[in-house]
């Protein structure tokens, strides 16, 4: 689990008077390093909860072949989200040509190894819910250049982005062909980001939307329904970087 905290503060007095001069902050990794110090009361007064947050957050949904984490501008974790609002699509009625999600809705990792119930929700806490919308090659290309200036956002198999080092879109391409602004496009990716969150404001010219809002569209539990289903075929989980975003 990473956690964020202030480590610092700076405040220069003059008096009474203390003005906020500067902030650090880091991130750190907790881990059991920190289970060393037990406190037998605090342990006590948590065994009651623990054994029900344990039934839980404890079952296992899948297996994962590798140490998975989020990074731009292409991470193996991010490649597997996108993959999975792909492979989500079919129960819809729905055929994107391709998938996005954000970078800044991945919230934790993945250990190699059992995937469980609480990992997926440590991945995907908030209450994001699966979306599907038709954008013109114009706002395509406009949307890919969005995602060069933050450095790269998660695109499903398929999508061929080249950005520069500073972050301009050098080539884009689904499928191997390049995007043509005057087709449409079928993107399947979530209802926060289509609203033009995380600055990919070319989702705001959107038409055709197909958003449903029950709980049981909830991408923590399509996450979930995507490792169950290769579990039960006897599959472990894997994904590469592919050079579906490259700097150069």
Not at 34 to 40: E, Q, S, V
Request: proline fraction near 3%; charge should be negative.
């Amino acid at each position: 689990m990473i956690g964020t905290v202030v480590v610092g503060m700076m405040i220069a007095s003059c008096r009474s008077h203390y003005v906020m001069s500067g902030i650090e902050r880091s991130r750190i990794l907790v881990d059991s390093r920190y289970d060393a110090l037990n406190d037998a009361q605090a342990d006590a007064f948590m065994a009651p909860y623990k054994h029900v947050v344990d039934s839980v957050m404890s079952p296992v949904v899948g297996e994962v072949a590798r140490y998975m984490a989020s990074h731009r501008p292409e991470s193996e974790l991010s490649n597997l989200l996108a993959d999975i609002l792909m492979w989500a699509a079919e129960r819809y009625g729905e055929k994107p040509v391709f998938g996005v999600y954000n970078m800044g809705g991945i919230r934790a990792g993945l250990a190699k190894g059992k995937v469980t119930y609480g990992d997926v929700l440590d991945v995907a806490p908030f209450e994001n819910k699966i979306a599907f919308l038709t954008l013109s090659g114009e706002k395509v290309l406009e949307l890919f250049q969005q995602m060069a200036l933050s450095g790269g956002e998660a695109v499903s198999h398929g999508v061929q982005l080249v950005i520069t080092k500073d972050h301009r879109l050098k080539s884009a391409k689904i499928n191997g062909a390049d995007v043509d602004p005057n087709a449409s496009y079928r993107i399947v990716s979530i209802d926060y980001v289509i609203q033009g969150n995380d600055r990919m404001e070319a989702f705001k010219a959107k038409t055709n939307v197909n958003s449903p809002q029950e709980e049981r569209n909830n991408l923590r539990y399509i996450i979930m329904d995507y490792f169950r289903e290769q579990m039960q075929q006897g599959k472990v989980v894997d994904r590469e970087i592919e050079g579906r975003i490259i700097v150069e």
